[in-house]
């Protein structure tokens, strides 16, 4: 098999991969090609659009921070990873969607398609797909807690059929995840599942607030639930999650994930940090994918301070408070 190069990748249209990962840009703002989005770089609040996309040339610019680059740039930022990842996830992009550029020179010159293109539902319901079931087994999430919470989506782009774990917001779209592809309808939007509770749990993606229901093996009653599905919506998401008397946090280890819990902690001290728990990993579903099925109340990596093993052992790894 012919080796995938970054010369096969910058053929990939930055377009059509940002709204694989569920960002559209303004109409209002995009013309002649130019098409400008609000960032959907990891940590980026705004509500003016100021990432700019050159779709002739293949190239972004971040007016905010002042970055920009190639579509390999861009993914390494959005995925936190180095070039061999962000290869992986385009070839990965260009297999599931038969990008209309792959078979084309790569030139700043080539005439690409206006007419934008949607990911669009066809239909939805309870999960069957053994390739879906297969990718839950590998992520260790039960298919009982995946059926109560998530549908399986049948969805179109680029005429072509596709399906998908589909997790709901509160405006009526899904984020959407397979083996292979990682993506949303729109609208996009938080999910917020209200359990009348005093207390509210936020997690960046559904991927972690599904492990957290496997790891308490019970109905979660006892606290409410907000997915942010991007940290992007953390702020306006603010006003119902300060409401609640006790906020627990289980953000992304990441330099975007941290540094916000830290701002958070520092300006209400209702907040409080924990993740913690799967301190040495990426994120907590990334803790549970790296235990075996029998090791859930083992204590974490050894490399980690004494004091968070002994308070993980504490609780059993059950995220007791």
Known sequence: MKRFTTTDAKQIDLVDYLESLGHYPDPRMSHNQEYWYLSPLPGRNENTPSFKVDRRKGLWYDHGIGKGGSIIDLCMLYHSCGIPEALTRLQDFLSFHRNPLQNLPHSGNVPLPDKEKKIQVLSTGPIVSPALITYLGQRKISLGIAREYCREVQYELNNRKYYAIGFPNNAGGYELRNAHFKGSTAPKSVSFLNNRAEEISVFEGFFDFLTYAVIQKTEITNTNIL???????????????????????????????????????????????????????????????????????????????????????KRSLGLGR
């Open 227 to 313: 997915v942010l599905n991007s940290l992007a919506f953390l702020e306006k998401a603010r006003l119902v999650i300060e409401q609640h008397a006790s906020i627990y946090l289980y953000l992304d280890r990441d330099n975007a994930g941290q540094k916000c819990t830290a701002q958070l902690i520092k300006e209400n001290s209702k907040y409080k940090d924990r993740s913690l728990l799967y301190y040495g990993y990426a994120d907590l579903n990334e803790w549970l994918t790296r235990q075996s099925l029998s090791s859930h109340k083992q204590p974490l990596e050894k490399s980690e301070p004494e004091e968070i093993a002994r308070a993980v052992q």
